[in-house]
């Protein structure tokens, strides 16, 4: 059981909503108004927001395409604005678009591009920006990690004051997928856009960035949504160190922090002056094995290691209870499609020697990266991963690897390694993204055909009870064949003082509220 005291993300209604709206009627979509979503109590506008991010390298720069962390995410929706936004409810409202609707087949989307939404260096939004912003991620070349999301797309055009997208095949969550961090709208420069721009059109503009280490921003004084951007200023500062950003907090240096300490949390609680949130969602952390290489080539070596984690143990200690254990797939209770219904992979040290024995071995000697740069307390997991394996026969080897550098230096080049994943609103947005064939960041480099072709049909598929059985079975042919081992599903646990104030109802589709804290929160 969770101790979250947030809420569980619920996306169904919101794309039920969209598939009827738009193909029964042939209306724009469900369109909630800002405003409609105030606190009870009226924001203040004023004071600079300065958060410390458990996140950020010194490689992270304004490539749209590379974001991998949560600090250059965080940093991208304070100075960006996307065609729509995961609200805090987790229903699907319009931001550069206004509207949208569908063709009765769910192939052809066109969005309604809002007027007046200006650029922090001049000129306003418009549809062939859109394009051209989308256009980055498409393309034979593109080393996007957005691609597999914009593969689909056949072709983008612009009709007056809308976009026209045209896919190759249905797909009922395509709004969903505009919402992604990835594909902000940027002002386009002919056909292209400027990839080493910091030019937005988000509620604030950069003033200084020092990759890996901080970013300044200021109110964009054109920012179109009156009800947000309540801060004069943001300041994000790369904090990675788990006790240095706790210090932080309790020192005055920052107004808040992302990914509490769980160890230290209840004395954080304890604090004056200082609030704790959590929030449950999506969020999941894994062990990746490289499917290409041995040992991890063999799935019996796979099933044995998913048998020897001890996966309570780990939402106990390592999340002292705010989560939940995992099966091996990544989607959560909160997904719509979320398969309850499947066998759990346990922790079992005889299953775990069988599969050895199935790979022809009686012991395994592997080692396992891990960092808290992949998570709070990921050193401390693998320990204790390589105490529970030890019982079938598996000699794990924890590796302790530097935090600075770790995404891009460890994570897809080690061979077995700790990751966070922050999830995704829909099954077929977190499945395109890790684990389709070919997809930039499928850690597993795992090629499974029938779950490729589960993943396209389910994709297109309108009939509710026959695309369910679709993601069910393709949970379950991750549970047994992928190359993942996913334990446990974490929630969102943050921190603040009490001079900061949020809506009563956060977003848990990421951390800091959706990382939108910057636009939604305030000073009290």
Known sequence: MSKSSGFITDTSISRRGILRGTTALGAAALILPYGTRRAAAEPKKGGTLRIGIAAGNTSDNYDPGKWDNQYVQVFATARHGYLTEVAADG???????????????????????????????????????????????????????????????????????????????????????????????????????????????GPYKVTAYEPGVSAELTRNPNYWKSDR????????????????????????????????????????????????????????????????????????????????????????????????????????????????????????????????????????????????????GAVDAAVLYQASAAKAGINIKPVREPNDGYWSDVWMKKPFCAVYWGGRPTEDWMFTTAYAAGAKWNDTFWDHEKFNKLMVEARSELDEDKRRAMYVEMQDILRTEGGVVIPMFASYVMAHTDKIAHPEQVGANWTLDGFRAVERWWFA
């Open 91 to 201: 229903s699907l409202i319009g931001e550069v678009a206004e509207s949208w609707e569908a063709s009765p087949d769910a192939k052809t989307w066109t969005f309604k591009i809002r007027k007046g939404v200006a650029y922090h260096e001049g000129g306003e939004v418009t549809p062939e920006d859109v394009i051209a912003s989308l256009n980055y991620h498409r393309g034979e070349n593109s080393t996007s990690a957005a691609k597999p999301f914009v593969d689909p797309i056949t072709e983008i055009k612009a009709d007056g004051d809308t976009v026209v997208i045209s896919l190759e095949a249905g797909n009922a969550d395509f709004p969903f997928v505009m919402s992604d961090y990835h594909l902000p709208v940027m002002p386009a420069s002919g056909e292209a856009i400027d990839i080493k721009s910091a030019n937005g059109c």
């Open 229 to 376: 951007a309540h801060f004069d200023g943001v300041q994000l500062l790369a904090i990675l160190d788990p006790a240095a950003r706790q210090s932080a907090l309790l020192t005055g240096t920052v107004d808040v922090i992302n990914a509490v300490d769980l160890k230290t949390v209840k004395l954080l609680e304890r604090a004056p002056g200082v609030k704790v949130l959590a929030s449950a969602g999506t969020q999941h952390y894994t062990f990746a094995m490289d499917t290409r290489a041995a040992p991890f080539n063999d799935n019996n070596v796979r099933l044995a290691l998913k048998h020897a984690v001890n996966r309570q143990e780990l939402v106990d200690k390592i999340l002292f209870g705010y989560g939940v254990i995992g099966n091996d797939h990544p989607i959560g209770q909160s997904n719509r499609y979320h398969a309850d219904d499947i066998e759990q992979n346990s922790y079992d040290p005889d299953k775990a020697k069988y599969y050895l024995k199935q790979a022809g071995l009686d012991k395994l000697d592997v080692s396992l990266s891990a960092s808290d740069a992949a998570f709070g």
